[in-house]
């Protein structure tokens, strides 16, 4: 019998708490065990269990895990829309990456083999698997936002009494989980970075070539990758926001209840007058028979501000002739810009700076980096390669993405 739309959802609308509790068990389930569920979630007078049962094998909702086995699994469309639904979703994976890695570098290739032969429909099938796994990446990214707002919130929600180190545990556990993925797939110097720019410039070879007569499907891919791109920052910004302000508290937590430790360790071992000796503060005591004068308490605040005694600080009297390091590099860093704009455009940044500066080492490399790539007047581009090159300074070696710098 053929599955009809309205049948189907007909029968998920008057049986949600069934198909969930269906859906919120692990693994496969046996007949015998969605049997006893439907017993406890059917009503006998409008429905007999025996028809339940059998319309959820003839509306294929249940599949048998094997060819003539007893045991069952949901639909993967239906699972996958009752986690979406209750906000349920899984996290993407640095493993789920690698492979649409791979499926975009496969479409790629296809695409320009198609292109250099001029051969239409190599590209054209070639487009529809990068337009699929473009909007898979888009939907793992809903997802893993999704779980990120549901672990925070089952997290927030959760009273049981754990300790300090079990809770900062877990944060850094979520953010390993759900963050690291998300990190990877924004990074500049990233393979899907790198995959994607690849796939944007075969997509724009084929329609700037005319191999594939349909720009919708190419049209559509570029926009995608546009979107997925700005998507993932915001995901990725959205999940931090989340995540980082449970993990600031625990962690001054986490240091706070180290702290406690090691001094309940010192007080164990040390004796009671040596504990007193070098961590009480040796405040005057006044008598409390009569209240205190003006000069005992003026004593007993300089007891305490003078606790523990510090040796008064020591001037250097003597006048240097040199100028301070510090300064002379404030003022290389300032200078830099004046200098870099005599000789716009720059093809590679980082290049220029070591050979116009051999004498500066690696920290005040990186310093002279920072001040040109952030200044408001330079346009400032990362290599398309995205393959990094090594650079020899003073002290040691800068592997840094080719940078060109030219006139904002």
Same mark, same amino acid.
């Given at each position: ?8 959802f007909?029968f998920? /609308? !008057? %049986? ?6 269906? +859906?919120?068990?692990?693994? =496969?389930?046996?007949?015998?065990? @969605? &049997? *006893?569920i439907?017993?406890?979630?059917s ?24 060819e ?5 699994v ?27 890695i ?7 290739k ?32 809903? /997802? !893993? %936002? ?6 925070? +919130?089952?997290?927030?929600? =959760?009273?049981?009494?754990?300790? @300090? &180190? *079990? ?14 993925p ?18 944007d ?9 005319g ?23 915001h995901t ?6 989340e995540?980082q302000?449970l ?21 164990r ?13 040796? +405040?005057g ?6 209240p ?10 300089d ?16 006048e240097?002739?040199g ?14 810009k004046?200098?870099?704009k ?14 116009s500066?051999p004498?500066?080492?690696?920290a ?23 393959k990094p ?20």
């Amino acid at each position: 019998m053929q599955i009809t739309p309205k049948r189907f959802f007909d029968f998920c /609308a !008057t %049986h949600v708490p069934l198909l969930h509790t269906i +859906a919120a068990r692990p693994g =496969d389930v046996s007949e015998a065990q @969605v &049997r *006893e569920i439907i017993r406890s979630h059917s009503d006998a007078q409008q429905e007999m269990p025996e028809t339940t049962w059998q319309r959820l094998i003839d509306l294929q909702i249940l599949l048998p895990l094997e060819e003539g086995s007893a045991h069952y699994v949901m639909a993967q469309p239906l699972l996958a829309l009752f986690n979406y639904l209750y906000n349920d979703a899984l996290p993407t994976s640095p493993e789920i990456i690698q492979g649409y890695i791979a499926a975009l570098e496969s479409a790629r290739k296809r695409m320009m083999a198609g292109v250099e032969a001029l051969d239409p429909l190599p590209v054209s099938m070639a487009a529809n698997e990068v337009d699929s796994t473009l909007r898979r990446i888009q939907e793992d990214l809903e /997802a !893993t %936002h999704r779980a990120v707002m549901s672990e925070v +919130a089952r997290y927030k929600a =959760d009273r049981a009494s754990v300790s @300090v &180190r *079990e809770r900062y545990m877990r944060i850094v556990s979520l953010m390993d989980l759900y963050v690291h993925p998300l990190v990877e797939i924004v990074r500049v110097d990233g393979l899907l970075a790198h995959t994607l720019s690849h796939t944007d410039q075969a997509l724009s070879a084929a329609r700037e070539q005319g191999v594939f007569t349909e720009v919708g499907p190419l049209e559509r891919n570029e926009r995608q990758i546009r979107a997925l791109r700005r998507r993932s920052i915001h995901t990725l910004n959205e999940s931090r926001k989340e995540l980082q302000p449970l993990y600031e508290v625990l962690r001054r937590s986490s240091a706070i209840a180290h702290g406690a430790t090691l001094a309940l360790n010192r007080l164990r071992y040390l004796k009671l007058d040596e504990w007193v000796e070098h961590y009480v503060v040796q +405040a005057g005591r006044s008598s409390v028979e009569c209240p205190p004068t003006d000069s005992v308490l003026r004593s007993t605040i300089d007891h305490v501000v003078a606790h523990p005694p510090q040796p008064p600080p020591v001037l250097n009297m003597e006048e240097s002739g040199g100028t301070p390091s510090d300064y002379v590099r404030l003022l290389w860093l300032n200078n830099l810009k004046t200098a870099i704009k005599e000789e716009l455009p720059v093809n590679d940044l980082t290049d220029w700076l070591v050979k116009s500066f051999p004498e500066k080492g690696t920290a005040d490399a990186l310093l002279g980096l920072g001040r040109l790539l952030f200044d408001p007047e330079l346009d400032v581009a990362f290599s398309e390669s995205g393959k990094p090159r090594k650079y020899r300074t003073r002290d040691g070696v800068l592997e840094v993405t080719a940078i060109s710098v030219k006139h904002a």
